[in-house]
């Protein structure tokens, strides 16, 4: 990294086990050539230990509101006036509920009101705490008066729990810092993704659909964003939160997806099909509950339209990804799929039991374009997501702007 344009860091560090990632944040904020200065709160200090950072940032960490040392004793609109670039890291639930409501009762959220220059907050809590809707709330409030949040990423957590409510790494951490937003990789470019399953009914009460839980094209939402993108999302019925600054179209059956993709794919720089669609649809959905009859009885399907392949084949048609499910010969199958779809890039992942894919925290790409293909490992689908996205932007330039 060259030397970064926001050399002053404000490090704002929350009550919360993932503390001690903080520690190497600054380790790796200094090794970038800035000047970072801490802050903790009180139960912070229960964490991790204000000379650890103190060493760290060499610089006296500051974990009172009313700083009498301070020439007067104004410490925090100083510290404020300081920060090119203030990250709260970790953020915990109480930390965020008080920021969004501008409640200012000690030196961290002193400082967050005080800030003039952009904030960054990267969470740190349990699975169910994240989930819940008033910290979605004040997630969505916050976002609207524009902090940018980084992560957090799912896993195992420290409380024995599994999903998201991880602090994102240190590394990634630094990096969003240290860009700016004109070096984003999507930095104003408009992104339209699809995600989620679709649900093709049979009568008024059921449906066929398939084991998609969205998370995949959430995940490459949440990135595209990071990357600076505008995002557009067609999602299937899924039970996941999004964040405020997408524009979210929840759609239900495969007519419903294409219609609205294909509204929208005239507009869109990049189009990216995670989305599983259904290949068939009963022909016609039955006005009143099927009644139990017939020993056996058949159902007659229609093949959908395909929404990807009419998307490539639009005169303007956006750069467009994408996705391979399969169970077997997975690069046979994805590269026949980029090639009879015209696609400029698709990414093939196993969907069979116990291999990532559908629902899972967790998957893997083979990602294949026109005589290439890279291979990206299993892992979280956050980090993948990213992966992807720099991938997608690198071939993007290499074919229109470059
Ligand atoms: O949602 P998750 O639980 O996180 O799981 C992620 C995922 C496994 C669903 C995702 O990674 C994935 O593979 N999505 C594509 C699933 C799929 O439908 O694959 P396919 O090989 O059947 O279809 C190929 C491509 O054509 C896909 O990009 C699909 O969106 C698109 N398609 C398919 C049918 C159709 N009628 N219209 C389409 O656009």
Known sequence: MDTPARKHVLLAVCGGIAAYKSAELVRLLRRQDTDVRVVMTQSAQEFASPLTFQALSGNP???????????????????????????????????????????????????????????????????????????????????????????????DQACGETGLGRMAEPADICRLLLTEPKDLVLNGLKVLISAGPTREYIDPVR??????????????????????????????????????????????????MYDAVLARAGNADIYIAAAAVADYSPIAMEKDKIKKQAEQTNLVLNKNKDILADVARLNNAPFTVGFAAETKDLDANAQEKLCKKNLDMIAANWVGQGQGGFDSEQNALEVFWDNGRTSLAMMDKNQLAEQLINLIAKRFNEKNRI
């Open 61 to 155: 960490v500051h974990t009172e509101l009313l700083d009498v040392d301070e020439e007067n004793a104004m410490g925090h609109i100083n510290l404020a006036r300081w920060a090119d670039v203030v990250i709260i890291a970790p953020a915990t639930a109480n930390t965020l509920a008080k920021c969004a409501h501008g409640l200012a009762d000690d030196l961290v959220t002193t400082l967050f009101l005080a800030a003039t220059c952009p904030v960054y907050i990267a969470p740190a809590m349990n699975q169910a705490m994240w989930n819940k809707a008033v910290t979605q709330e004040n997630i969505r409030k916050l976002e609207r008066y524009g902090v940018s949040f980084i992560g957090p990423d799912s896993g």
């Open 207 to 256: 449906y066929i659909t398939n084991r998609s839980s969205g998370k995949m094209g959430f995940a490459l939402a949440r990135a595209a964003l990071r990357a600076g993108a505008q995002v557009s999302l067609v999602s299937g019925p899924v039970n996941l939160p999004s964040p405020d600054s997408l524009d979210i179209v929840q759609v239900e059956t495969a007519a419903q």
